[in-house]
Structure formats: C-alpha cells, structure tokens
C-alpha cells in the first residue's frame, strides 16, 4: 500500500472513468448512477456483497455490457466500448477468475492465440522474447514453451495476466484473483499488481477478502445494491468500516474455537485410497478422525483431492482401500442414502450442479435428501420452507421460487439449511466442502456463525476449503492435503500461515504428518474462548 507522498496527481485525468453510469436489467437496476474513477499508479480495490453490482460495473468497463445511462471516459475523454475487443484494443484488459485457456497449447502459442495484430506468419520466437520480457519485468515467472495443461492454477494465472499485458493493456481488472492461491502465491500476486501499478498502470482488484483488499490496495470503493456507497482512500479506513459499508452492519468474522473440549470420535477414516488411472486427484491412506463438537479444516489448493475426499465419505464414490465409520458404523462405499440414515450429512462445494436442483422449488429442494421418494408431506413442507426461509433470512419471492433463480448466498443458504438442521437428532457428522465460496462478507458470517452452532451441538464437522482464512478462522485442527496426501497436521493454535502455504504447494518436509495423536477422547489442548489464536 503506498504512502501520501505516492499519491497520483489527482488533478490528471483518470485513465478509466465510469461517469453515472446506469444499467437495468428486466425488474433489477445493477448499477445506479456509478461514479468511479481509476488512476494510473494505483491499485484500486472493488467490493462489495453478491448482487452488488460488481460485475456488472466491471463488464461495462470492459465492453461486455454498454450502459443505459451515463458515459464511460478515457483520459477525460468519452469513449464507447461495444466489445471486449474494443475495450482491449484501448488498453483494457481483464483477468477472469475462470481461465480462458486451451491446456495442448504452450504458453507462448496461448498468448498469441486470437491477437489480429500478429501477421498470418507469426515468429513464436518473437513472441517467447517478448513473454520472457513481460514475465521478467512484473516477477510472473512462467516458462514459454510450458504446455498450459502441466501448469499449477498459480502459473496459468500468470499466464492470463501476461497474456492481456502483452495485448497492451495500461487498465488491468483482476476478478478474485486470489481464490484459488496459496498464501505465498497470493503475495507474488500483491508484488506484481503493486510493480504494475508502480509502472503507471491502473489496476482494479474485484473481492471479498477485506485483509488482502487493506494488505495491497491504494483506494478502495464499496458498492452496495447497485450504487457506490463509499469511497476511502484504504489508508483511512479499516476492515471493520469496510465491512459495515458493504453490508449495512457490523460484521463478525472473528475467528471461532470450539467452546468445550472435543467428546469421542464420530467420523473416522482409516487407510482411505482411491486410485486414478490418470494418476490425478487420488487418495493415498488417509487416516483422519473428527470427534464430537470440533472442525477438522482440510486445506489444500484446488486440485489435490479434496472433492474426491468429501465425495468418497459421502457415497458418492467407491474408495479402493481403507474405511469410512460414522459413529463406529461402517459406511465404506454405501450408497449415500445410506450415509445419510448413519448420521452424515453433506455439503458439496458445487452447490447448484451436486447440491441442489436448479429448476426445483426451495420447498422440493429443502424435501430432496429428508423424504422417501413415495411419501412427500406437501403441507409440511410448504411449512418448513416458509420457515427456513425467515429463519436463514432466505432473499426470494417465497418458497415456490426456483433455487436456481436466487443469488449464490441464498441458494448456499437453502443447502445448508436442508443438511445442517439437526434438530431430529439424526445427523452427527457434516462434511462440508467450500461452504463461503464466492459469497459476500455478510453471507459468510451467517455460514460461519451456522457452522459454529452446529459444532456447540456436538455435531463432528469435517470442513473442506481452499480458503485458507476461512480453514483457520474455524477450525480446531487442521490437515493440509497435497497430492492425495495429507502432509501436515496442526492444532489450529499451533498453525501458522507460512508453514500451511508451503505444505499446500507440495513444500511439506516428511515428518509433517505424523500418525493421528493417541490423546483419548479429547483429542488434544482445549483453547478457552477468547484465548490465542
């Protein structure tokens, strides 16, 4: 973050102007009358909930979208961007947070690929200079003649973001950059957009993650149901305020333990492989157990088993060896039905293609995994929808709207509500994969606050996510997954950020993950509320 003294002259005009600009969608206004202003020399933070209208002030930057009002500037300048092209061939430029790459090719044939302005016979070695060049002088360090397809999710990242700086980009849009990171990655990430920015360009960095958005940002705008709602230099401001602008409240995302030492063993695994042909996303003995009233956090970057993990517990895949026990039940390769009348429950982390059904209603959804096919309580469940709706304060029209037509937070709303009601005594695990994933600050707190009820329940939570910050801010223990294996485990009071990060990018020394602690049914130190994290 830069001092005063590294202020851009405010008096310039910006490189990128948004100008009242107004969007409307059929029965939603996206942006209201949005100013905004983007700096050469500054990174230039965008926040704010789900629906806030983040990504659609970042398509019509980029000339995905064209307002209904308002116009956009460059340099003082008005401007009008029909198509993407238009925006880049301006110098405008954006890093999805879903890469668009072709995996057979290398890394030079991938930046080159679709640029008009090379010739029908283009020099590859021209272009690998180039990159080389590029790659150098912003620390991306890449290979040119890598095939994309062999690369880490980090690498291919550094891909897309040299691919639109060798298009010339001068306005760099980053949307959640830092994802699918490792904390050491995601601080290479913040070099490179500070040495960016440092250069003269202007770059946009779109999250949620309030510590990263103060850690690297010069100035940070809030938007909030379409309009912006504050605009602070980051120096002024601090999390706690950021938060309550996004939302309209104080938010607690302070980190939970558990509140009274763990009971006995509930969810155990024992020697759990799963083989692949491909040799890709195994599993390799995993022994683990999770006991009552605690969080297991599994870290790990994406990639390295953990679906298989969740998936292989919860019966939806058969393992190759090993066991599965819940409540000292053997559940090993059951059909999940049958996982669920042992006590299991489970959360997949991609909640609308596994998790819910799209087209169904939130009543049907909320019935799927809790009724026998043949016998469907169409009265109850109207009135339990009805219900979860104002218990989990659900935003829809009502329980007969179609999950699919709701927002990301609220549908992740409807899944946890259907396997995380305890109340019939039935469910004493939880497997919970990416519970917080692309949800805003104020749907995290509710999930977070959920998951700590359930474990004050006594329920085992097995909590699954490539969020580092949220594995730590619940977790009692936590195992990092590399490769299939788990190569380290710590207490969470003994968990350290740079150890976890070099254990989730394959950096584990072999005496990382000892075999599971005979400590008896209370499975290690018990933290009082409030003490050291």
């Known amino acids: 973050m830069s001092d005063?003294?590294?202020?851009?002259?405010?008096?310039?005009?910006?490189?990128l102007e948004a100008v009242g600009v107004t969007k409307v969608f059929p029965g939603v206004i996206a942006n209201a009358g949005v100013d905004l202003a983007l700096r050469?020399?500054?990174?230039?933070?965008?926040?704010?909930?789900?629906?806030?209208?983040?990504?659609?002030?970042?398509?019509?930057?980029?000339?995905?979208?064209?307002?209904?009002?308002?116009?956009?500037r460059m340099d003082g300048a008005p401007v009008t961007l029909k198509t993407p092209r238009d925006g880049l061939e301006r110098g405008i430029g954006m890093v999805h947070q879903h890469?668009?790459?072709v995996e057979r090719f290398t890394v030079t044939e991938n930046i080159a690929l679709g640029?008009?302005?090379?010739?029908?016979?283009?020099?590859?070695?021209?272009?690998?200079?180039?990159?080389?060049?590029?790659?150098?002088?912003?620390?991306?360090?890449?290979?040119?003649?890598?095939?994309v397809g062999e690369l880490s999710v980090g690498e291919r990242q550094r891909v897309e973001i040299v691919k639109v700086l060798y298009r010339g980009a001068e306005v760099l849009l980053l949307d959640e950059p830092t994802a699918v990171l490792t904390p050491q990655e995601a601080d290479a990430l913040f070099v490179t957009m500070r040495a960016l920015a440092d250069d003269g360009r202007a770059v946009v960095f779109i999250s949620h993650k309030l510590r990263e958005v103060m850690a690297v940002s010069d100035v940070v705008t809030v938007m909030r149901d379409g309009a912006v709602v504050d605009d602070v230099r980051t120096a002024d401001t601090d999390p706690e305020a950021l938060a309550r602008a996004m939302v309209g409240r104080s938010v607690d995302l302070s980190t939970r333990?558990?509140?009274?030492?763990?009971?006995?063993?509930?969810?155990?695994?024992a020697g759990l492989r799963l083989d692949a042909v491909d040799g890709r996303g195994r599993l390799e003995d995993i022994d683990l157990e999770v006991r009552a009233g605690e969080i297991v956090g599994v870290a790990g970057v994406a990639g390295n088993g953990q679906r298989e993990l969740a998936e292989t517990i919860a019966g939806l895949r058969r393992p190759d060896g090993g066991t599965v026990q819940v409540l000292h039940r053997d559940i090993t390769g059951v059909r999940p039905s049958q996982a669920r009348m042992a006590g299991l429950a489970y959360v997949p982390e991609d909640?609308?293609?596994?998790?819910?059904?799209?087209?169904?209603?939130?009543?049907?959804?909320?019935?799927?995994?809790?009724?026998?096919?043949f016998l469907i309580d169409r009265r109850g469940g109207l009135a339990h929808a009805t219900e979860v709706i104002e218990r989990f304060d659900v935003r829809t029209t009502g329980p007969g709207a179609a999950v699919g037509t709701m927002s990301g937070g609220n549908a992740q709303k409807v899944l946890l509500a259907r396997e995380l009601d305890v109340r019939d005594g039935l469910t004493r695990a939880i497997v919970v994969a990416a519970p917080t994933r692309g949800l805003d600050v104020g749907a995290t707190e509710f999930v977070r606050d959920l998951l700590d009820a359930r474990r004050a329940d006594g329920c085992a939570i097995l909590l699954i996510s490539e969020d580092l910050d949220e594995v730590r801010a619940l977790s009692d223990r936590i195992v990092v997954l590399s490769e299939g294996r788990i190569v380290l485990r710590r207490e969470a009071a003994d968990a350290e950020v740079t150890e976890l990060g070099l254990a989730m990018a394959g950096q584990a020394t072999p005496n990382d993950a000892p075999d599971e602690p005979s400590q008896g049914p209370s499975g290690g130190p018990y933290h009082e509320p409030g003490g050291p994290r």
């Open 4 to 15: 005063m003294s590294d202020i851009p002259d405010a008096t310039a005009p910006p490189a």
């Open 40 to 72: 050469r020399g500054e990174v230039h933070a965008l926040l704010g909930e789900n629906g806030a209208g983040k990504s659609t002030l970042a398509s019509i930057l980029t000339g995905l979208y064209r307002p209904d009002a308002g116009e956009l």
């Open 99 to 101: 890469f668009r790459l």
């Open 115 to 147: 640029d008009k302005r090379l010739p029908w016979r283009w020099s590859a070695a021209k272009v690998r200079t180039e990159v080389e060049q590029l790659a150098g002088r912003y620390r991306l360090p890449i290979d040119p003649d890598a095939i």
């Open 257 to 269: 333990w558990a509140r009274s030492a763990p009971g006995e063993p509930v969810l155990k695994l």
């Open 351 to 373: 909640r609308l293609g596994t998790g819910l059904a799209p087209s169904l209603s939130v009543t049907e959804n909320l019935q799927l995994t809790r009724s026998l096919p």
